[in-house]
């Protein structure tokens, strides 16, 4: 089946930082979203993307479908910002999800 | 508008038992697909269910059965619970199988 998977596992930032985290796929997808999961587990959808760029104020998303990526850029990032990332590709109608992100952000 | 809603939001349970989850989609959704997330890892498909039938199936053992209710409402049980069952377990709601998905703040079940 198809393989998600999120580079860095793991991402420590200084609050004002710019970061980007990717997310590689195995096989030609329709769709890739990128989540932001809350300390409370609930997952929100911040993008649908399945190629081409987005921006929502200090998020943005790009994905090159033809070379299996993704990309997801925090600019000015703030401790609300912290928690997990994670990308997912539809397939068949379910989401496969990569393993995640963690994103630590510091005051 | 209410977003999806997942009760309990957490239970506790012993090896063998069974347990029931229960999940309210958003308003104007139809569909229910319902994922496990164990600790550190990304959420992983269980099942889907539309105009009250399953849909689709992940690689989950027929332990982790389901129903959706006319009101499009959904349950999750699980029997012969066993350790490995403890997870984060999320209910996400969509319309006529979209997509995008909307996800409630699931129930954590811990398995002594």
Redesign the interface.
Known sequence: GIQ?EQSPPDLILQEGANSTLRCNFSDSVN?L?W?HQNP??????LF?IPSGTKQNGRLSATTVATERYSLLYISSSQTTDSGVY?C?V?V?????????TTLQVKP | DAGVTQSPTHLIKTRGQQVTLRCSPKSGHDTV?W?QQAL??????IF?YYEEEE??R?NFPDRFSGHQFPNYSSELNVNALLLGDSA?Y?C?SSFR?E????????T?LSVL
């Open positions: 998600v769709n979203q989540f409370w587990g609930q997952l929100i959808n649908y994670f997912a539809t068949t109608g379910k989401l496969i999800f990569g393993q995640g | 697909s994922y550190g890892q990304g959420p992983q498909f889907q849909r689709q992940g984060l999320l996400a199988g997509e995008k998905l909307f996800f409630g703040s699931g954590q």
